[in-house]
């Protein structure tokens, strides 16, 4: 029996207040993937996340991280996020949630964000 709290345990979909408990929490090992194309990306994401558009999510994903590792995605569209996710379950990364509601949600309940300008020439 350890003395020490453990994190909540990762649930196939995720709401913005789960997340933001866990960062709280500070546990670092997590991954947060935004899915939308990087123009999107660049506009509003949540502040941390990577950007690995849907196109090809599967390859760099398994270029990049652990198969355990816990994995937060999120697009515009649960639906999308649902579908990327089952696609990294079905490759073998055996912890994905999807952030229900992506980073509009994440930026309606007062939560950090980020965005990066383009660089005039």
């Known amino acids: ?23 709280d929490w500070g546990e670092p090992a997590l991954t947060i993937i935004d899915i939308r194309d990087r123009s999107d990306f660049n506009f509003l994401h949540v502040r941390g996340a990577v950007s690995m558009p849907q196109a ?18 999120y697009s515009d569209l649960d639906e999308e996020a649902t579908a990327a996710a089952e696609q990294l379950r079905q490759a073998g990364f055996s912890s994905v949630s999807v952030l229900r ?4 949600a994440w930026k309606a309940a007062g939560f950090p964000v980020e965005s990066i300008s383009a660089i005039a020439a």
């Open 1 to 23: 029996m350890s003395l020490f709290p453990k994190a909540p345990t990762l649930k196939a979909m995720s709401r913005v207040y789960d997340l933001k408990t866990r960062l």
């Open 56 to 73: 090809n999510l599967l390859a760099t994903v398994e270029a990049s991280l652990e198969r355990d590792r816990d994995i937060y995605i």
């Open 101 to 104: 509601g992506g980073a509009a």
